[in-house]
């Protein structure tokens, strides 16, 4: 598939792509085995209830990463939360692409009035500060499950994702083949899902990726402050604890530790990926990423 | 030929001697177009904000009520008068529509929010203005040195790309650049706070200290702001260095930068009057534009070192659920970021003198 | 005029030459591989001399032109070759292998450019007074007062009024910004000047005031002018020597008589039949069958053998070199005319043999 070539194009090609996926996908794979690995470090038992092992042990071979004020297994805790983050990032990226896909489309293609009204309020949610909104959307809402605060988390990022994908639809939209299309009586939808779609799907990609940015620091935000999903054991909540429980000040770092380095990879993959799409994709940034300069070797050689 | 049916589907239409009048009134019609602009989208902004406060289950009043029960015991009737006597002043008898008037009156006109319950019964604007001049310092003097910091290195980082160093320092701020602000102040706590105890870890002064333009609190106020500012101007300067970096590499392409070589001028001349004359405005822009995720990314700055500014304040409000705290800073952040970006945009044309309206 | 020519020879130490090319060779380095957009080009400039560069789109002139500079960038870059330039008041040096420094302060005071598509060339944010005082300023130490008297001076002998000093790029039209720069080619009275398609953009009045200001320069100061244009006309009324450039190479180069009158090499000729006639008989004009080659996918032997008239087999096979032919009352040795052509050169090894 067109899609499958295009990502082997950019694996090849970009080495922030590379660093990036494969950051993300240790991070995918060790939230994924959560499953297994948890068991594992439990050893038969459940390392995540609670005072299943003495309060406060510092790292060792039994527990790598120590145990917390309850007693669980912090690298237990870690795992869990690290699938809770990636779901809620995923599934909040994939909503908001969504709504992106289809304001943009809508604005992009229909132009005009509603173009004008959606291209504002999208600027709207972009330049104002929307994070305390979100705030106290959450704060008033207390959202309990994953499914609530993804919603949430999507009403906030979709503009992230509508930005990318516009600007594209519009510069898309004035081509000749599309003229063509449109002269040939095909109906809007076909020319939308022939013609515009596949040219639009690596900036869709790249909408998703800034989408997810978003979310996950939103996520992460409302976590920290306590108004994450209550129910679920997440990355924010453990460093909401951390201070809370004055880990600072305990020297009990891999509650500080053990949440902060995935957050921090996982923007930091979620980054790079991003970058790349944009290096490969935006033609105006192609020129400005580096390119390969060779010396001659000067002897005339025809090639 | 199809370009421009297009660009007229994009554009509402407007009479034929209107068109003529902004055709000869370039300026002023930039003007009057950009401050439209301004005004409908603070407008709306405040809408969906005031939308937002009343989507909320509950009212304020009621909602406080509830968390207030659930720690102290109280008598049914006695508390219903005193709902009802907030209800009347939170003004929340009135319609909708009614209330959407008052919120904007109060906002736009009287600066009068009602009281805060934080600090109740003090007027939510002065707890606000209170907190005010703390984000401004810190959020400001970071910006500002991080939006100098960054420019310089972007320069020297897209002059130089050729080199190896400049390479990687490009893809490590590019790796750095979306990491929140939070993270790298949580790392900054642990290590200078607590494990160096060089800085300390909270408030904005010592308590000990008096308030007043002494060099004593002064200092305190600079020992305490180092790292809540360190947090944000570590990855803001990153943000600032991509941007002036892609500028710098986008106007070294251009002709007369060629032609510069070719006029035999030093480096230094071309770099400050031929690059940096060139770029500088849309950085500018660029700024303005950032405000708001920067406002964003501090809130939580604000509340792990307790600093006493808005986002902290904000984080406070909401835990209690002060209504109109909430509202104001809200509202305070959408009127401030609007603001800044419309005076840039409206300033923009007087220093750039090829600025086509 | 014959006068001036002496005394700028004297002066510069007896040698009537400003600028020698050798086997100069760029290359790009694109996507597809190395691409040599200028494949062994020589020639040489005599001062005072306008030398015509002239051929197809795609046939190197400009990224010559900009070697000739030392400023080809990335993906261009020159591979070989040596530029020495004999400048008035220093011995000669070689522009490629000239330290950093000394380019820099041989740039514009002897060495001057006037791109092509002059258009973007001016810096938008500066004024067009500061932008001769930044040149000016940098490589001689006049006053402030005295460089706007210079600038005003140098405007009207292009046909631009004074108030021009104190405007910004984008106030004045293309052909006005285009003459603003020939201007300030003139500035520092160069030794030579490089001037890529001047005139192209501008209406035939204005081209004739740029004709004339250059022959005059040429008289007056002695300046040498490498002057490159696909306008047939133009290279007529102005250059003293042409040098025909066909897909990297330079195919013919003689006195602009010699090569209107009888040109060598079939593409010259197919160049020159071209040239509508303004008297006589309408004739049917001759284009040139097939389409200039890209650098990427050059014929082999005589790059030109698809499309000659008078392709042989030894065409297809062997790269033609640039040779002299014997010319009937030849001058100086620079006006000799030399053909890169299997035509002349089995002429001349026949008349050896």
Redesign the interface.
């Known amino acids: 598939m067109r899609f499958l070539r295009a990502a082997y194009k950019l694996w090849t090609s970009s080495a922030k792509f590379r660093v990036g996926l494969s950051i993300m996908g240790i991070l995918v794979v060790l939230g994924a085995g959560q499953s297994i690995l948890v068991p594992i470090i439990g050893d038969g038992e459940d390392p995540l209830e609670i005072a299943a092992y003495k309060q406060w042990l510092p790292p060792s071979s039994d527990h790598l990463l120590g145990t917390d004020r309850y007693g669980r297994d912090v690298l237990a805790m870690t795992l869990v939360a690290l699938v809770a983050s990636l779901k809620v990032g995923a599934v909040a990226g994939v909503l908001s692409t969504i709504v992106g896909v289809i304001v943009a489309f809508v604005a992009g293609y229909k132009g005009g009035l509603l173009d004008a009204i959606l291209a504002t309020i999208t600027e709207m949610f972009l330049v104002v500060p929307s994070f305390p909104l979100l705030l106290t959307l959450s704060a008033y809402v207390r959202a309990v499950n994953l499914a609530h605060v993804a919603l949430m988390l999507t009403v906030f990022s979709w503009p992230f994702a509508a930005r990318t994908i516009r600007a594209q639809v519009l510069s898309l939209r004035s081509r000749p083949y599309v003229d063509l299309a449109r002269v040939s009586n095909l109906s809007d939808l076909e020319i939308i899902f022939q013609e515009l779609l596949p040219n639009v799907l690596p900036y869709i990609g790249l909408g998703f990726a800034n989408a997810a940015l978003g979310a996950i620091f939103a996520l992460m935000g409302l976590e920290v402050i306590g108004l994450g999903p209550s129910e679920t054991l997440s990355l924010g909540i453990m460093l909401n604890w951390a201070i809370g429980w004055g880990a600072l000040s305990l020297g009990a770092w891999p509650m500080l530790v053990a949440p902060a380095v995935p957050l921090v990879l996982l923007f930091t993959g979620m980054t790079l990926i991003n970058i790349s799409l944009e290096e490969t994709y935006n033609p105006r940034l192609r020129e400005v990423a580096r390119i390969e300069a060779p010396r001659g070797n000067g002897d005339g050689e025809l090639h | 030929m199809?370009?421009t049916k297009?660009d007229q589907?994009?554009r509402?239409r407007l009479s034929a001697r209107a068109r003529r009048w902004f055709a000869d009134h370039a300026h002023a019609a930039y003007v009057i177009r950009r401050l439209g602009?301004y005004v409908?989208?603070l407008w709306?902004?405040l809408t969906?904000?005031f939308i937002?406060?009343r989507?909320?289950?509950?009212d304020p009043v009621s909602?406080y009520l509830a968390s207030l029960e659930q720690s102290h015991v109280h008598n049914a009737e006695e508390a219903q008068r005193i709902v009802d006597h907030y209800r009347e002043l939170f003004g929340l008898n009135d319609s909708l529509f009614d209330q959407y008037i008052a919120y904007l009156r109060q906002l736009l006109v009287s600066h009068d929010l009602g009281p805060a319950l934080i600090d109740f019964p003090t007027p939510s604007q002065i707890v606000i203005l209170r907190a005010l001049p703390w984000t401004i310092g810190l959020l400001g003097l970071s910006t500002v040195f991080s939006w100098i910091l960054g420019t310089v290195l972007g320069v020297i980082v897209g002059w130089r790309?050729?080199s190896r160093i400049a390479?990687a320092v490009t893809?490590v701020a590019?790796?750095?650049?979306?990491?929140?602000y939070?993270?790298v102040a949580?790392?900054l706590?642990?290590f200078f706070?607590?494990r160096l105890a060089w800085f300390p870890?909270m408030s904005a002064y010592a308590p000990s200290i008096e308030r007043a333009f002494t060099v004593e609190f002064l200092v305190s106020v600079v020992k305490h702001g180092t790292l809540p500012a360190l947090s944000i101007v570590m990855i803001s300067v990153c943000n600032w260095l991509i941007i002036t970096?892609?500028m710098v590499?986008?106007t070294l392409?251009?002709?007369?930068l060629?032609?510069?070589?070719?006029?035999?001028?030093?480096e230094r001349?071309v770099a400050v009057?031929?690059v940096l004359?060139?770029c500088w405005l849309p950085l500018i822009t660029a700024f303005g534009?950032r405000?708001?995720?920067i406002?964003?990314g501090s809130?939580?700055v604000e509340?792990?070192f307790m600093y006493p500014g808005l986002g902290n304040l904000?984080?406070q409000s909401?835990?209690m659920?002060d209504y109109n705290t909430?509202q104001g800073?809200?509202a305070l952040?959408?009127f401030g970021?609007?603001t800044a970006?419309a005076a840039i945009d409206l300033l923009l044309p007087i220093l750039?003198?090829?600025v086509k309206y | 005029m014959a006068d001036s020519h002496v005394r700028s020879a004297k002066r510069a130490g007896a040698e009537s030459t400003v600028a020698e090319i050798n086997d100069l060779r760029v290359f790009y380095q694109t996507n597809r591989g190395m691409t040599w957009a200028v494949d062994g080009v020589s020639f040489s400039v005599g001062r005072g001399e306008i030398l015509g560069i002239t051929g197809e789109s795609g046939c190197g002139k400009t990224t010559m032109a900009n070697a000739l500079l030392h400023l080809t960038r990335p993906p261009g870059h020159i591979a070989s070759g040596r530029i020495c330039l004999y400048l008035q008041d220093s011995e000669a040096l070689d522009l490629l292998k000239v330290d950093k420094a000394r380019l820099r302060k041989i740039r514009w005071r002897h060495l001057a450019y006037i791109p092509q598509g002059s258009m973007n060339s001016l810096n938008p944010t500066m004024r067009v007074i500061d932008q001769f005082a930044d040149v000016i300023g940098e490589h001689t130490s006049t006053p402030r007062a005295d460089i706007r008297n210079h600038v005003v001076d140098l405007l009207s002998q292009v046909g631009l009024e004074p108030q021009i000093v104190g405007k910004f790029p984008h106030e004045l039209s293309g052909g006005m910004k285009q003459r603003v720069i020939i201007a300030m080619a003139m500035a520092l009275q160069p030794d030579l000047v490089i001037a890529d398609e001047p005139t192209t953009a501008l209406d035939v009045n204005v081209q004739r005031v740029i004709i004339q200001t250059l022959a005059d320069l040429r008289d007056r100061m002695g300046m040498s002018l490498i002057f490159i244009t696909h306008d047939m006309a133009v290279q007529a009324e102005l250059a003293d020597r042409v040098a025909v450039m066909y897909a990297g190479r330079i195919v013919e180069i003689g006195d602009v008589r010699s090569i209107f009158k009888s040109p060598l090499h079939p593409y010259t000729r197919a160049l020159i039949q071209a040239i509508p006639h303004v008297e006589g008989e309408r004739v049917c004009l001759q284009g040139i069958s097939g389409s200039a080659p890209s650098p990427t996918d050059w014929p082999s032997g005589c790059r030109f053998h698809p499309r000659c008239p008078a392709a042989m087999p030894v065409c297809r096979r062997e790269l033609p070199q640039l040779l002299p032919v014997e010319q009937v009352g030849a001058g100086p040795a620079s006006s000799q005319s030399l053909v890169a052509c299997h035509l002349h050169s089995s002429v001349l090894r026949g008349r050896i043999s």
């Open positions: 199809t370009n297009t589907r994009s509402p602009r409908l989208t709306g902004a969906v904000a937002f406060f989507l909320i289950p509950g909602t790309r050729e390479d893809s590019l790796a750095l650049s979306r990491i929140p939070y993270l949580l790392m706590v642990y706070a607590f870890p970096r892609t590499i986008t392409g251009e002709d007369y060629v032609f510069a070589e070719a006029k035999g001028l030093s001349r009057h031929y004359r060139n534009i405000l708001g995720s406002f964003n809130v939580l509340r792990l904000l984080v909401l835990l659920l909430l800073i809200v952040s959408i970021v609007l970006n750039d003198p090829r």
